[in-house]
């Protein structure tokens, strides 16, 4: 356990949060765009992780459960958005959603 | 019982909300109900707390009555609060009680106008302005007061505003007081700034002991308090809105311009007293002032021919007797000559208003003629109230309140016969332009229909004001008629009393003997020249006294020359300044405006993901600006 | 027993979300049918959690171990939520008429995410900071497509949990480094560690000042809002420019001033930047806008950059500034979006700004209020808005920070323009067709909201001394 060091942890951490902002960035189909936050959050749940580790204490653990949960809870109400707006345009490319702007 | 201060401005106030909320849905009985009841149920109140002030003096003589505190920044913090002193009871005594009798006679008078709800809205306003004026314990709230009353007045000024005239009477009124308000401003900025505080008793306490006598910051604050005294009350140079403001409906030129408004600015004199009696070259222009303008006035008011001109005239020159009397340091004498004033003047404008109302609005005085037998009430009225104008001897209330002012003048010591001589030439014109209107509108021949047709509403304010006119004086009369000095021990506690002068009780029964001559000469005068038309009028018809005549009905051309020197000037250089550079930076920045938004607005793709670059990109940026911080 | 009674200072959050479960069921039992008293039950609820805010003593009291603080500075924001919260149902009683939104979740969720802004504002560690946030978060993308027939409502939600989903990955990314580098979630504790928390930590710092910027549309991070709140039902655009909006600023200065004491410089800069900025687009970008939602937007961008203002001057008379903002902004919001509830042809709602012409000749009342409400806006003395930025001007000027205080005053004076050009198209322009008849629930809104901006300046004691209470809790 006490083989890893922070700075590990928190590299990796750094890595899949970059990835998922460039999924969100790169990405156009909104199903991506949600895997690719879930990612983001995942990787913020990985930093707690990694820090609960080196401070030796439950809080970074306790937390990452809170995101597990919360995730879930914003996946659902995502792909409930996805879908009523896929009812809508029949497309789930995000730049097709652009009639508000200016 | 004093605790119910705070109703007198509050009642007005509320039915000033209730019209204005109503916006003339009501019944015209409920909008006269409001609008008098309220003004009407604050005279109680007034009535109930003179009382009880009267019988039981509170400790050190004010009453102060703290609502709330508006508002801290620092150092600064005003609190809204009444202060009740003999000074401010006196006025609040005039203001509801006169005040309510104009508001009963209105609401006959304006039975029928369409904006029968809204003048009462506007009256209800200004009653409780100007009660917030006077009443007010801090120069910031009098000011609040201050400029609600002007409000009022440029409202109901311009109350007929479809004449375009009307409304452009209301914005010379409002403009040209406006520059004496804000002397006052800067005035008030001043004061705060050198003695740390608005509260009027801790300015009077501080600044003695701030100043020397004669110091310049005194003599620049009293200065500019007295530019804004100078633009309400329509004084020199500021005097020329009054003779306009006649625009207006007959009982508002009674109650704001005679009565009570344009005697803010001897108010708010008399209040900052302390100020002025540092500056002792201010409280000389003060009275200079004041004599200039009572002249002035009194041989324009000589020469007018519309009825209500020539009370305006005449309520600027009244004015200019208390200026005088303030000058002169005659503090009780100028807010004596207030009070009788305020009864007798707005008398002859209700009277006047009622000649008009039963002659089909006519207001040139040589069109009307020989009124007396069919407008009797409104001719006894009248008389009465020329007859204190001029202040007829021992009978009037007028004569006790300008005796006591040429005495005071002539006992001030700074250049004190000379005042005295300015109001007494005064005295003898007022005389001769008041019962030169008598004469014409009253007596002579016949020259249109007048149909006798006001009811309870007009005759009672008309015969209290009478009895008022006579009666109010008898509160103060000089050593040798009595002796009464009710009025200057009450106002003792506020307002110092006049040095006594070693002057024998002969030399004053004389001076009063030379000014009651005067008055009753003046009469005489129009007798002769109005009435029997003597040979000697015909002098009047000469081409130089007619031009001398076309002078003084301009009001000695203070408009022509205002009009050339001031406003055509600005007007040339605002046209020839049409498209100057300061112009161009408001385009500049209107023009970049609209470019700055049409990039502005590119930005705002609609694309999500572009959205989330920019969140993405201003994490970054901050990061970078925390980190290089 | 004892336990029960310590939880009392969390009494309000269990009522709302106790409340919301039982009208979750009384909801899916009753149907269509319970949607109606379902709005007057919320309100029910809402105003008896707010009574209990009020009856909360103002002495700081922590629950669960710190996670949880109730003091002056909760108790004053969670007012102005709530009332943002009771607003907003009280003018939603139009939209849910309708047939085709009849749904009884609406209220369910607006209570859900009062809660959510409670948590928020009562945050005590990162921990309670994420939970509130992401509460509050949920239920807004849920009310922002509730118009499940308009594609431009679907596309509102859309958007709006897209950028609300990244930012809060932002904000709960930089948690976790700043428990990385603090090794602590209370904020008591990372004040403490923050000294020495090195480069790593005002990373951290900056990406959960990312999330809450988002949730207070201050730019960079306000892109959502001009298409959200167009694209939302407008009872719900008001409900996004209020509640949520006091809930996020009070989680920002909580966060700053009891986490973050002791790297104030770094954080100050990022505010000043960050309200420049906001101010400036929220007077630019308004300009041209049409659209009056998309209009009040921009405003409330706008507004944002001011509050921040007092925020950025790191001092407790600069907190004093933002509550006193917060409020008055509050009661200007509801006050303006009532009327634009209102503007409904035949049961039909209009958004464009040439709609309003003429008022003043078809509603002089509602023209008038209106127009009041709008200077306000502007900041045009007497009106409370005048207030509202003179007492973080003032804060901002004591605090030495003359240039954000002069800027602030500029951009004051552009966004004017906008604000007094809605109010020559109602005076000046030829008359659109009339609205229908206001109900009576907008009509209070408007008369109150009115009458507290055009008398606030009367008697602003007791509202600037509240504040300064709320304020002090924080020092």
């Known amino acids: ?89 029949e497309t789930l490319d995000a730049d097709a959603a652009d009639k508000l702007k200016g | 019982m004093l605790a119910l201060l705070w109703l007198t401005p509050a009642l007005p106030l509320l039915g000033f909300v209730i019209l204005f909320a109503t916006a003339g849905r009501l019944p015209a009985s409920a909008v006269a109900a409001v609008g008098v009841g309220s003004v009407g149920l604050s005279a109680v109140i007034a009535l109930i707390i003179t009382a009880s002030f009267l019988t039981t003096p509170p400790e050190g003589d004010f009453y102060r009555q703290v609502l709330w505190r508006w508002i801290a920044i620092g150092s600064f ?21 006169v005040g309510f009798l104009i508001h009963l006679y209105s609401s006959e008078f304006m039975a029928g106008d369409e904006g029968y709800s809204r003048f009462f809205a506007s009256m209800n306003l200004f009653v409780a302005a100007m009660l917030i004026l006077v009443l007010a314990d801090d120069l910031l709230l009098l000011y609040a007061g201050w400029e609600g009353v002007g409000l009022c007045s440029y409202l109901l000024i311009g109350f007929w505003y479809r004449d375009p005239a009307n409304g452009a009477a209301a914005r010379k009124a409002f403009i040209v007081t406006r520059i004496g308000d804000t002397a006052m401003v800067v005035g008030l900025i001043l004061l705060f700034t050198r003695l740390g505080t608005l509260a009027i008793p801790e300015l009077m306490e501080r600044a003695p002991q701030a100043w020397p006598a004669g110091s310049a910051t005194a003599t620049a604050a009293a200065a500019l308090l007295l530019g804004g005294a100078l633009g309400k009350s329509a004084q020199i140079p500021l005097q020329t809105w009054l003779p306009d403001a006649m625009a207006g409906p007959t009982p508002v030129s009674a109650l704001i311009h005679a009565a009570t408004m344009v005697t803010a600015g001897v108010y708010l004199i008399a209040r900052t007293h302390v100020l002025f009696e540092l500056a002792p070259a201010i409280q000389l222009a003060v009275a200079a002032i004041g004599a200039a303008t009572l002249l002035l006035a009194a041989f324009s008011a000589l020469n007018q021919h519309d009825f209500k001109r020539i009370l305006a005239y005449s309520t600027i020159s009244q004015i200019g007797y208390m200026f005088l009397a303030l000058g002169a340091g005659a503090w009780t004498a100028a807010i004596f000559h207030f009070m009788t004033h305020a009864f007798f003047k707005a008398l002859l404008f209700l009277a006047a208003g009622a000649v008009m109302m039963c002659i089909g609005d006519e207001h040139d005085i040589f069109r009307m003629g020989g009124l007396w037998r069919r407008l ?18 021992l009978v009037t209330a007028g004569f006790y309140s300008k005796d006591m002012i040429l005495w005071g003048a002539w006992t001030s010591g700074r250049g004190g016969p000379a005042l005295w001589a300015a109001g007494l030439i005064g005295a003898l014109v007022t005389a001769i332009y008041i019962f030169r209107a008598v004469f014409v509108v009253f007596f002579g021949e016949m020259q249109i229909a007048a149909r006798s047709r006001y009811g309870w509403r007009i005759a009672v304010p008309l015969g209290v004001l009478s009895v008022l006119a006579l009666g109010g004086g008898f509160v103060e009369t000089p050593a040798a008629l009595g002796h009464v000095e009710a009025f200057s021990r009450l106002l003792e506690a506020v307002l110092p009393t006049q040095r006594e002068v070693a002057a024998a009780p002969a030399t004053q029964a004389t001076v009063m003997a030379i000014a009651s001559f005067a008055a009753l000469a003046g009469v005489f005068i129009a007798y002769l020249v109005y009435l029997r038309r003597v040979r000697a009028a015909t002098i009047l018809d000469t081409s130089a006294v007619q031009r001398l005549h076309r002078f003084w009905l301009a009001g000695w051309g203070f408009d022509w020359l205002y009009d050339r020197v001031l406003v055509r000037p600005f007007l040339w250089f605002a046209q020839l300044n049409r498209d100057d550079a300061v112009d161009a930076v408001y385009d500049g920045v209107a023009f970049s405006s609209r470019v700055s938004h049409a990039y502005l607005s590119r930005t705002q793709t609609g694309r999500v993901r572009w959205y989330a670059g920019w969140l993405v ?12 911080a | 027993m004892n336990e029960a009674s310590a939880l009392y200072p969390a009494l309000p959050e269990l009522i709302l979300a106790g409340g919301a479960m039982v009208l979750l069921m009384i ?15 919320a309100i029910a609820l809402l105003v008896v959690a707010g009574l209990a805010i009020a009856a909360m003593p103002d002495e700081r009291v922590a629950l669960f171990n710190g996670s949880f603080v109730v003091d002056g500075f909760a108790k004053f924001l969670k007012i102005l939520a709530v009332l943002g919260s009771i607003g907003t149902l009280w003018m939603s009683g139009d939209f849910l008429a309708d ?48 118009d499940r027939d308009n594609v431009q409502s679907t596309e509102a939600g859309l958007k709006y949990f897209v950028l609300g989903a990244l930012s809060s990955g932002m904000l709960l990314y930089g948690a976790s480094l700043i428990y990385g580098f603090t090794g602590t979630v209370k904020f008591a504790g990372i004040a403490q560690e923050a000294a020495n928390g090195g480069i790593g930590l005002i990373i951290g710092l900056v990406l959960l000042f990312a999330g809450l910027c988002f949730k207070v549309s201050a730019v960079p991070f306000h892109m959502w809002t001009p298409d959200v709140y167009q694209g939302a039902p407008t009872p719900i655009t008001a409900f996004f420019a209020s509640a949520p909006k006091v809930a996020a600023i009070a989680a920002f200065v909580r966060v700053s001033f009891s986490a973050f004491p002791a790297i104030a410089a770094q954080w100050q800069q990022i505010i000043i930047f960050v309200a420049i900025a906001s101010m400036a687009l929220g007077a630019f970008a308004a ?20 509050a921040l203002i007092g925020l950025a001057a790191a001092t407790g008379e600069g907190v004093q500034g933002v509550l006193v903002y917060m409020a008055i902004y509050v009661a200007m919001t509801l006050g303006t979006f009532a009327c634009i509830v209102s503007m409904r042809r035949n049961d039909k709602p209009f958004e464009e700004i040439t ?29 409370a808005g005048f207030f509202a930025k003179f007492y973080v001007f003032l804060a901002a000027v004591k605090a030495g920070l003359f240039t954000l205080a002069v800027l602030g005053v500029l951009a004051s004076v552009v966004g004017a323009y906008y604000y007094l050009l809605i109010v020559k198209i109602m005076y000046f322009d030829e008359p659109a067709p009339a609205f229908d008849p206001m109900g009576n629930a907008l009509r209070s809104i408007v008369a109150v909201t009115g009458l507290f901006v055009i008398l606030f300046f009367a008697y602003p004691g007791p509202l600037v001394e509240a504040a300064a209470v709320a304020a002090k809790s924080l020092f």
């Open chain 1, 1 to 89: 356990m006490a083989g890893i060091p922070l700075s590990h942890g928190l590299l990796v951490a750094v890595v899949l949060f970059a990835l998922g902002l460039v999924g969100v960035l790169a990405r156009r189909n909104l199903v991506f765009m949600l895997m690719s936050i879930e990612i983001m959050l995942n990787a913020a749940g990985l930093a707690f992780i990694a820090g609960g580790a080196r401070w030796a204490q439950p809080d970074g653990q306790i937390m990452f459960i809170l995101v597990l949960t919360l995730a879930a809870a914003e996946v659902s109400v995502g792909l409930a958005l996805i879908l009523a707006l896929y009812h809508r345009l």
């Open chain 2, 77 to 97: 913090n005003p609190e809204v609060a009444f202060r009740l002193d003999p000074l401010s009871l006196v006025m609040m005594l005039v203001i509801t009680f």
């Open chain 2, 376 to 393: 009797p009430l409104a001719f006894a009225s009248f008389l009465i109230g020329a007859a204190s104008l001029a202040a007829l001897p």
């Open chain 2, 617 to 628: 990109a201003g994490s970054l940026a901050a990061i970078a600006i925390a980190v290089f």
């Open chain 3, 27 to 41: 909801g899916a039992f009753g149907g269509e049918r319970a949607t109606s008293p379902m709005l007057s039950y």
């Open chain 3, 99 to 146: 047939p085709d939104r009849r749904k009884f979740e609406y209220s369910v969720l607006i209570l859900l995410a009062t809660a959510g802004m409670f948590v928020l504002i009562s945050a005590g560690d990162l921990i309670a900071l994420y939970l509130g946030f992401e509460l509050m978060s949920l239920s807004l993308y849920v009310v922002a497509a509730f």
């Open chain 3, 287 to 306: 300009i041209g806008q049409r659209n009056i939602k998309r209009l009040m937007a921009y405003s409330s961008i706008g507004h944002m950059g001011y």
């Open chain 3, 355 to 383: 709609d309003l012409s003429g008022l003043a000749r078809t509603n002089p009342a509602q023209a008038f209020v209106l127009s009041m409400l709008l200077f306000s806006l502007a900041g045009i003395p007497p009106l």
